[in-house]
């Protein structure tokens, strides 16, 4: 027997080489499709880590946290519903965009779920802890836009946390390329272990075969008994070996063996090569099984090439077992190679979340603070947000010295904030430039206010209760100005400074400067200043000028050393109007220039009336003065006694002295008969008195040209140009100059008329009424305290019938 069959087999190349090869190319592939998932590593990392929306939500908690200290700094940390429903409104009207849907849709769909929430019986009630507070807002349409802001807020930063997720996601697609291609490799590099037995021995059979064929042919027993015995070695090998089954064998053009036959064939059957392509595809068929899990060896080796030509033997063997199990193995092996990648990716992200909690999240919580302490009300608030005591965050330890030095920083702002105009450190602040000398030019309202009567009420107090009363009324007065929109100056002796307009720019200033004043007499005269030690308490009334100029308004002062204040003359000039409120007996006085600047929106909103026309020491032109009554609605009988004292003046201004009396005289009337002394009206009607007794040179402009700069005690007009009734009450009135009766007016509740007239304009009093209003007389009213009915004269708004009959003579005469 020839040994070239062996040498022919091997130059036919092994199909079982070609299906190594093509197995490893397979497996190549499926790890090139991982290599494309490597894509999602950064995505799979964020819905790992979630760590944008974590910030997110950190950030947005710490300003909700902001807005909670804010709204609840005088509520002991706890927020009514309205307070809820106003932090609402104001996001949808002034936050819109934080907003993702339009505000209509937003409301529609949380107002219901908002008055469910907010269902209680006193709405004015604070009730609401920060964890109800943002479960509230939250659990609203508005608030799931509140966090898509925020979130979209983060993705777009191109800081620190930006720069570490482009990083972390570059470093993890890079381990994960690395990884991959390490793989591909070790693949390519593996060594594949060819099996050529089923050409060998298909080469060997032939061998066989052929030297039996050319001997004696198959007629004998013997020779086909030793061929099948070969071919049942071959078998019992492949299966042994590798599993494989043989499913039929043709040699020379003899079929030997067909796995339906159930062995070999005793005799062969000799066929075509047409029959044997025939047989190997109902085989193939009835298997189920794929080209790529058969074994099909002839010879020639270029009839199993071509598909064409003469097959001489041919073998067709089952490996499906073989591809199954390389299968197995490549689909674990991309399985290793997918849970190797997300263990990096969950190390990594372990690691990444401790630095962003060690550093990256305090670091922008940091950020946020310091962004916050552009706006100077948020500079006040320095508590931090409750810690969260299952989740402690160790802080880097530089991190930590910044937030000290921070907080540090915050509370000599804060501190500075009370020296300096808060708007002036706030506008710095943002500009971030240094404060040089330098003034502009600017139109603002200008506002002065002191204690009436303040050595007075000092007498006999000691240092602290002097210092204690200061503090509470400067308190009410900074509050009232604050509200207003409005800068708070200085604060000298008993007097302060505030201006409207500058450094911050208001609308409409004179009528806020106006309103500052008003409610200024309001808090003062609603409750007292001071509790002596033995349980004594003091109330004070406050005397406010207001006037509306151009000024010049900056840094004064050095180089080393300024401050941001005021220069004109209409400082000095509403300075002098505010003193003139002493003479007049009034609570405020402003210039016709608050009342004409803005278009006369001051005029409009607020009841004033002329009080007088002056030229204050040291000036030559004149002012008209006017008193602020308080506003237009509500006070109806205030309304027609400015307008008729208003037309009196005018009679007054035009030399119509006895006409200007009559008029002056009812408007005295009217405030007499609510229970109000007019200083005004009464000192204008004793002028028309005297004129008309003495009329004025021709030369007379109405222009009272004062010689005196302060107006505590003004003289009470000659009781000899009123009639008999007015006498009475001028003498009266002359009384109240004294200390005694001054503090018997200023520690009488004044609520009905709203601060705008303090003392002496208050409840009539006198020493020497008709012998029917004495104290012991029945014309007391009966409701009052006893020490107010002063010398018999009710205090109260409704004055006695006898005086109501005595004022009707009075306008009778």
């Avoid at 042994?240 to 064998?249: D, E, P, S």
């Amino acid at each position: 027997m020839r040994n070239g069959g062996w040498l022919e087999g091997n130059d036919q190349a092994s199909r079982l080489s070609r299906m190594a090869r093509t197995s490893k190319m397979t497996r190549l592939a499926r790890i090139a499709r991982v290599a494309r998932i490597t894509k999602l590593i950064p995505k799979l990392m964020r819905v790992f880590r979630k760590q944008n929306a974590s910030l997110a939500k950190k950030l947005l908690m710490r300003r909700m946290w902001r807005v909670f200290l804010f709204l609840t700094k005088d509520t002991d940390g706890l927020l009514s519903s309205f307070d809820i429903k106003v932090f609402y409104i104001s996001i949808m009207t002034e936050c819109g965009y934080l907003l993702k849907r339009p505000r209509a849709v937003l409301l529609m769909k949380d107002v219901d779920r908002l008055c469910d929430s907010l269902q209680v019986e006193d709405e004015m009630m604070p009730r609401f802890d920060f964890d109800q507070f943002v479960n509230i807002i939250s659990a609203t349409q508005t608030g799931e836009d509140l966090v898509q802001f925020h979130q979209d807020d983060v993705d777009q930063e191109t800081g620190v946390w930006s720069l570490t997720q482009k990083l972390s996601d570059t470093t993890a697609m890079k381990v994960c390329v690395g990884i991959l291609v390490l793989v591909c490799m070790i693949s390519f590099l593996e060594i594949a272990i060819e099996d050529h037995s089923v050409d060998h021995t298909l080469n060997q059979l032939t061998s066989v075969v052929s030297y039996e064929h050319s001997q004696s042919g198959f007629t004998g027993t013997a020779s086909t008994d030793y061929i099948c015995d070969l071919i049942d070695l071959f078998i019992l090998k492949v299966q042994g070996a590798f599993k494989h089954n043989v499913l039929y064998i043709r040699l020379d053009g003899w079929t030997f063996y067909d796995f339906d036959e159930g062995g070999c064939l005793r005799p062969p059957m000799q066929d075509t090569t047409a029959a044997a392509l025939n047989r190997k595809e109902t085989l193939q068929d009835f298997s189920h099984l794929r080209e790529t899990e058969l074994i099909w060896a002839c010879l020639p080796r270029e009839s199993c090439l071509s598909g064409g030509g003469a097959i001489v033997s041919a073998i067709l063997v089952d490996v499906s077992l073989e591809v199954k199990n390389n299968s197995e193995m490549a689909l674990y092996t991309i399985l290793m190679v997918i849970l190797l990648l997300l263990t990096f990716v969950y190390i990594l992200n372990m690691k990444i979340n401790m630095f962003s909690g060690n550093l990256l999240t305090p670091l922008r919580s940091l950020v946020d603070d310091m962004q916050a302490m552009s706006c100077l009300e948020l500079v006040h608030i320095d508590e931090d947000m409750p810690a969260d005591s299952s989740k402690p965050i160790q802080v880097a330890e530089e991190l930590q010295h910044l937030q000290v030095a921070f907080k540090s920083m915050r509370s000599a702002i804060r501190s500075w904030s009370k020296y300096v105009p808060a708007c002036v450190v706030e506008r710095l602040y943002i500009s971030g430039t240094e404060a040089v000398i330098g003034v502009s030019k600017c139109n603002a309202t200008i506002l002065f206010v002191d204690i009436d009567g303040f050595e007075d009420k000092c007498r006999g107090l000691p240092p602290n209760d002097i210092l204690r009363l200061l503090e509470n009324v400067f308190n009410v007065i900074g509050e009232v100005i604050q509200k207003h929109r409005g800068t708070l100056l200085e604060f000298i002796a008993d007097e302060v400074l505030a201006v409207f307009n500058t450094p911050r720019a208001i609308a409409h200033h004179p009528l806020a400067g106006v309103r500052a004043a008003q409610d200024i007499h309001v808090e003062i005269n609603s409750r007292s200043m001071l509790v002596k030690a033995d349980g004594t308490e003091v109330f004070v009334r406050c005397r406010v000028g207001v006037h509306t100029s151009n000024i010049l308004a900056g840094n004064i002062g050095s180089v080393k050393r300024m401050k941001y204040g005021l220069l004109g003359d209409g400082i000095n000039q509403t300075a002098r109007i505010k003193g003139l409120t002493s003479r007049y007996k009034t609570g405020t006085l402003c210039t016709e220039k608050v009342l004409l600047d803005d278009g006369g929106r001051a005029a409009r909103f607020v009841c004033t009336r002329p009080v007088d026309v002056v030229a204050v020491k040291g000036k030559k032109d004149p002012t008209t003065v006017y008193e602020v009554l308080g506003p237009t609605l509500g006070f109806e009988w205030q309304v027609e006694a400015a307008k008729k004292h208003r037309e009196a003046f005018k009679r007054y201004q035009s030399r119509s002295f006895e006409a200007g009396r009559a008029l002056f005289q009812e408007v005295n009337n009217l405030f007499l008969q609510n229970g109000l002394v007019d200083e005004p009206s009464r000192l204008l009607m004793s002028r028309c008195a005297a004129y008309v007794a003495t009329p004025p040179p021709a030369d007379w402009d109405g222009v009272d040209r004062l010689k005196s700069k302060n107006f505590t005690d003004s003289p009470p007009p000659s009781p000899e140009a009123l009639n008999p009734y007015e006498a009475n009450v001028s003498r009266g009135l002359g009384s109240l100059n004294s200390a005694s009766a001054i503090r018997d007016m200023q520690s009488m509740p004044f609520a009905e008329d709203f601060g705008f007239s303090p003392f002496p304009r208050g409840r009539a009093q006198g020493s020497d009424m008709p012998e029917e209003f004495s104290s012991g007389s029945s014309a007391r009213c009966g409701t009052c305290a006893p020490q107010y009915c002063v010398s018999g004269f009710c205090p109260c708004y409704s004055a006695p019938p006898q005086i109501t009959a005595r004022t009707s003579e009075v306008v009778s005469a």
